[in-house]
């Protein structure tokens, strides 16, 4: 049996979150081939093809049925532009665990997105797919990613050491993790 609804389409002040389709290729194509989007992703090599895009968009369809998902971050203004995506993946049903991840095209940094549509996506999390903990993992120079799930209520729980190999190296990853309970504390909070 399907369950229904654990990834729905998410709206925003400023934003629409719809779960990735093939009209998102050539977009989802110039954002992960672009190196200043990917520096700090090394769970990933750049895309160097279209087919690259169309592997991620067939991977990331019928959430509801594979049990992950990305959202495609599209501005609500005049342009309609996809900026970015965000979703979930690693889920523990068991436990009630998920790993959010998430990419912003570089012209879109600093005015405040991102924070916007992981508030969504966390809400979504918490509510939807009934998560107690969501994970998120930052690669250690990534100083911007951890001050925003710093101003979102995530707690840093130290190094996971070795977390991606990555052109024969190994990269140390930040753990990050936010609770339920500690989302509500923040939310009443803020």
């Keep these: ?9 998410l709206e925003t002040d400023r934003l629409f979150l719809r779960n990735v389709n093939n009209e998102d290729i050539d977009f989802i194509y110039r954002l ?9 992703l090394y769970d990933e ?6 087919n690259d895009a169309i592997e991620f968009v067939e991977w990331n ?17 005049a342009y309609q532009e ?4 965000c979703g979930y993946h690693c889920w523990d049903r068991t436990n009630n665990i998920a790993e959010i991840g998430y990419d912003l095209w570089h012209e879109n940094w600093g005015q405040g997105y ?23 993992f930052v690669a ?8 925003l799930l710093e101003r979102l209520g ?18 140390d990853h930040y753990s990050f993790s936010l609770l339920k309970k500690d989302w509500n504390q923040f939310k009443e909070a803020n």
């Design 45 to 50: 090599e750049l895309f160097t093809s279209r």
């Design 82 to 85: 996809q900026i970015g995506t």
């Design 61 to 77: 369809k019928d959430p509801e049925e594979k049990g992950h998902n990305r959202w495609v971050l599209i501005r609500k203004d």
């Design 154 to 171: 995530f707690m840093n729980e130290g190094v996971y050491r070795d977390k991606h190999l990555f052109r024969g190296k190994y990269y």
């Design 32 to 40: 992960f081939s672009d190196e200043r989007v990917c520096e700090f």
């Design 1 to 9: 049996m399907i369950e229904h609804n654990k990834f729905p389409n």
């Design 140 to 147: 250690l120079d990534n100083v911007s990613s951890m001050r």
């Design 114 to 136: 991102m924070k916007e549509a992981l508030i969504s996506a966390i809400e979504s999390g918490f509510n939807h797919m009934n998560l107690n903990r969501i994970n998120a």
